[in-house]
């Protein structure tokens, strides 16, 4: 802590320094804002599992087929689950779609979306004072390709009835409108948890991590 501290001061010395002769340098707040990192042991595979495991819902981005608004982005509020049958974490999102609704005429065109997840989603940023905006309030976008389940696949049932039992009210969408269930194949995680921009992450290492 006394070295997080340290490097703190030095990083607002280099603004507010009474030195005039001193020239700002990217290169150095770079190295400064790394070793801040490191000094909070920023694990940004972790962090992206940590917030889709706690999340009920994320915000899932599509290219629009809607006439109205055609090619244009579309976002939409999506209900997720990623347990097994136990409550653990697996890191693979689950959710329904229906092409009643936006995004399933989407995907079906074009099959890139992308889903957004933030700690606010559980007001953690709030709690500690932070703005839903600030970087420092943790978000993931996970970007990749939507696949609609087979019911007869051997992991289907298993995923159903995790996500049921998270959101009971699938039960009822199910039987009356036509929704089918849906997994992320993962392109891509972008993460910012805190100053000096996102990280991208590898789906390997967001998989690999163990909650």
């Not at 400064?32 to 999340?55: F, S, T, Y």
């Amino acid at each position: 802590m006394k070295t997080f501290t340290s490097l703190l001061l030095t990083l607002v010395l280099a603004f507010l320094g009474p030195d005039s002769s001193c020239s700002y340098s990217p290169r150095e707040d770079l190295r400064i804002i790394r070793e801040l990192k490191r000094q909070e042991a920023l694990n940004h595979a972790k962090i992206a599992r940590d917030l889709v495991h706690r999340a009920s819902w994320a915000a899932l981005g599509s290219i629009s087929t809607n006439k109205a608004v055609e090619n244009y982005p579309m976002v939409n509020i999506v209900s997720i689950d990623d347990s097994d049958s136990n409550g653990n974490s697996t890191g693979l999102v689950h959710f329904l779609l229906t092409d009643l609704d936006f995004t399933g005429p989407d995907w079906q065109k074009d099959n890139k979306v992308t889903f957004m997840f933030t700690d606010e989603q559980t007001l953690r940023c709030k709690a500690n004072g932070k703005d839903p905006m600030e970087p420092t309030c943790a978000r993931a976008m996970l970007s990749g390709q939507v696949i609609k389940l087979d019911p007869n696949g051997t992991n289907y049932q298993p995923a159903l009835n995790a996500f049921t039992k998270r959101h009971p009210a699938a039960v009822h969408w199910l039987a009356a409108h036509t929704f089918y269930l849906c997994a992320l194949d993962i392109k891509n995680i972008y993460v910012l948890d805190f100053y000096g921009g996102p990280h991208q992450v590898s789906a390997s290492d967001y998989y690999a991590v163990k909650l």
